[in-house]
């Protein structure tokens, strides 16, 4: 196992890989590859990402949901690197499981991120993922991620309707329906 920072894969080739972008792209740099097996990725914490404004004001934390993200993002750096048809799919995440934070993770870490495939399916991914600072353990947890297809084109919007028209087509009480 390498402990060199050179890149494998820099932030332009991660861009190519992962639909993700500023302020939600979570990795920096991908350094370790073992394909369809192991990724180590890179995560630069700095003072200026938007969630430390409100999380807090007075003691900046990295929230853990987006530790837990820049795993999943580093397992589709591995995952969608073997996907030859990629620009047409999207990985999404279908589960998490056992996901613990042993750490504070604040501006100026460096998030070290090494995920290891357990089940890798035609689909279907479960992986393992530690992310540490220091070489201590911020956060650790398994994923699962599917590969679906890419929306080909913005769904249309439905059509307006002015204040008090009824739309028998939409209920006015109902949710948007979530992403995956």
Excluded at 86 to 115: H, S
Aim: aromatic content about 4%.
């Amino acid at each position: 196992m390498s402990e060199s920072h050179t890149p494998v894969m820099d932030i332009q080739q991660i861009m190519k890989l992962l639909p993700h972008r500023y302020p939600f792209l979570l990795i920096d740099r991908v350094i370790e590859v073992d394909p369809k097996q192991r990724i180590v990725c890179l995560k630069n914490v700095t003072a200026n990402e938007p969630h430390f404004t409100g999380h807090f004001p007075d003691y900046p934390l990295m929230p853990g949901v987006l530790i837990v993200e820049a795993i999943a993002q580093a397992g589709g750096c591995l995952l969608l690197n073997e996907i030859p048809d990629r620009e047409n799919k999207l990985m999404v995440f279908t589960g998490i499981d056992g996901a613990k934070f042993r750490r504070p993770v604040t501006p100026g870490d460096q998030l070290r991120i090494e995920v290891t495939v357990l089940q890798w399916r035609s689909r279907a991914v479960k992986m393992h993922g530690v992310a540490t600072v220091d070489g201590k353990v911020a956060c650790e947890a398994t994923v699962m991620c599917q590969l679906v297809p890419r929306p080909s084109a913005p769904a249309a919007a439905p059509a307006a309707t002015t204040v008090g028209e009824s739309n028998p087509q939409q209920d006015p009480t109902a949710l948007p329906e979530a992403a995956v």
